[in-house]
T-cell receptor, first 113, second 113 residues
């Protein structure tokens, strides 16, 4: 069954604004990852946060994880037109990597120039 | 370039045909995967495979079969193609153990007519 649910499904903001996407999941995890997918392309790994971490930064990206609420958020600061893409959260379960990632439905982010 | 490469990028075929999609990774990763992305962009794992075990998602029809000639390759064979098999198929690889991101190929868009 589907693990993650992203919220919102679509988000349109002006260039320079911050974009926040949320993700909820159902089962225990080893880590949670965020991926970006540009139209017609493959997925690109953005950031990974372990289950014992609460916050992580990478450049303009900030990820939080609340395991008690089974939720995560991805913040993109000072958005750029090139950030226009679909963003997916994915959970890595307790199977040691062999079970693969379980993806959410994704948030389609549009940055208006 | 270090990458996950899959071929072909586009595949159009008639119902009932048998087809294969090839995937190769030169990252030295231990585990490879096949994912299916439907028209609503939902990603679902089909198989994960390392040199020790194959894990099959129970919802995948047995018309789909992975073949791994060596650690760097995981090809996808599909028999008796059906209209519902139309989707984008992504190959991915990872270091196998948890807490590492995945590297995805650019996808194969399969259209069954």
């Amino acid at each position: 069954s589907q693990q993650g649910e992203e919220d919102p499904q679509a988000l349109s903001i002006q260039e320079g604004e911050n974009a926040t996407m949320n993700c909820s999941y159902k089962t225990s995890i080893n880590n949670l990852q965020w991926y970006r997918q540009n139209s017609g392309r493959g997925l690109v790994h953005l950031i990974l946060i372990r289950s014992n971490e609460r916050e992580k930064h990478s450049g303009r990206l900030r990820v939080t994880l609340d395991t008690s609420k089974k939720s995560s958020s991805l913040l993109i600061t000072a958005s750029r037109a090139a950030d226009t893409a679909s963003y997916f959260c994915a959970t890595d379960g307790l199977g040691g990597g062999a079970d693969g990632l379980t993806f959410g439905k994704g948030t389609h982010l549009i940055i208006q120039p | 370039d270090t990458a996950v490469s899959q071929t072909p990028k586009y595949l159009v075929t008639q119902m009932g045909n048998d087809k294969s999609i090839k995937c190769e990774q030169n990252l030295g990763h231990d585990t490879m995967y096949w994912y299916k992305q439907d028209s609503k962009k939902f990603l679902k794992i089909m198989f994960s495979y390392n040199n020790k075990e194959l894990i099959i998602n129970e919802t995948v029809p047995n018309r789909f079969s992975p073949k791994s000639p060596d650690k760097a390759h995981l090809n996808l064979h599909i028999n008796s193609l059906e209209l519902g098999d139309s989707a984008v198929y992504f190959c991915a690889s990872s270091r196998g153990s948890s807490n590492y991101g995945y590297t995805f190929g650019s996808g194969t868009r399969l259209t069954v007519v």
